[in-house]
């Protein structure tokens, strides 16, 4: 069997079914540690899982992707093969080739959702579901090619009086991690190479820093003073730029969490340590 489990953003957030997936089902786990960050750090969790016994694997991207998925697929012919993934493990579509191909081959795919930044950063921001738009990626130039559709996306979202969210460019493996700033840069360039107007300086955007850890912080403010603002290094940042015109709880709830933290951190790596020997012990009383 193939089971692809999300870990959630956080030591906080991993859900205990799925912990419990990993400690007592999965022979095999490749840990996906390049496509996002969990806080405060996968090796906890994976440190945590060594100390079960269990055979556990940091992936890096040639591992689970090209060539590397018939392996996976092979091997999960065989036996319980786990890939935990940081975040929900099909929100972004990297995984869903895997999926595909396991498929075919006639092996069994358990899917276990968690926790995203997409439903996160949602919470966090104070704003309605329902009035939030298509989502995009801010992507730096690469070798002088400007990636316009994030731009695209923004001009869409707010003709339709919706909200957008934003990812910023992330390279685990690479250390980088794009600034608030330098993607409302880019954006604002992209509008002055078009000659459009769908962006102003005193427009309010919402920036969200490591969300779901101890670090966490929600700053809302103005293009001008985003675009000011020092901000810091190796940081996982998520961009929300709200639409036009807001309900009235909406713009009332921004004013009062301007600088403010709606999430606090209560778990520790102990916990997480006792909650798996816990289920350990539960599961050998059976």
Not at 8 to 25: E, W
Not at 234 to 245: D, E, F, G, Q, V
Request: charged share 25%; with cysteine; hydrophobic share 45%.
């Amino acid at each position: 069997m193939l089971r692809l489990i999300g870990l959630g953003l956080s030591i906080d957030s991993i859900p205990l079914g799925n912990l419990k997936k990993l400690l007592l089902l999965c022979d095999k786990i490749f840990v996906d540690a390049y496509t996002s960050v969990w806080f405060p750090d996968i090796n906890i969790l994976v440190k945590t899982l060594l100390n079960m016994k269990k055979d556990v694997i940091i992936a890096k991207r040639y591992m689970l992707e090209g060539s590397a998925i018939e392996n996976v697929v092979n091997e999960a012919m065989k036996k319980d093969v786990c890939i935990a993934v940081v975040g929900d493990p099909l929100i972004a579509t990297t995984h869903s080739i895997i999926i595909v191909e396991a498929l075919k081959k006639g092996v069994e795919v358990d899917v276990s959702p968690a926790t995203s930044i997409f439903n996160t950063a949602i919470s966090i921001s104070c704003l309605q579901i329902y009035r939030f738009g298509k989502v995009a990626t801010i992507v730096s130039s690469k070798n002088g090619v400007v990636y316009e559709y994030p731009f695209t996306v923004l001009k869409m979202n707010r003709e339709q009086n919706l909200h957008t969210l934003f990812l910023l460019e992330i390279d685990v493996e690479k250390k980088y991690y794009m600034k608030p700033n330098e993607g409302i840069e880019l954006i604002m360039n992209i509008q002055k190479g078009l000659g459009e107007k769908v962006l102003a300086n005193e427009d309010i955007v919402i920036v969200i820093a490591d969300a779901f850890s101890r670090k966490q912080k929600v700053f809302v403010l103005s293009v001008e003073e985003a675009m000011k603002k020092t901000f810091n290094e190796n940081t996982l940042y998520t961009l929300i730029i709200p639409a036009k015109k807001l309900h009235p709880v909406e713009e009332e709830c921004i004013k009062l969490i301007r600088d403010k933290n709606l999430y606090h951190s209560v778990t520790y790596e102990k916990d997480l340590i006792n909650s798996a020997e816990s289920l350990i012990h539960q599961n050998n009383s059976l």
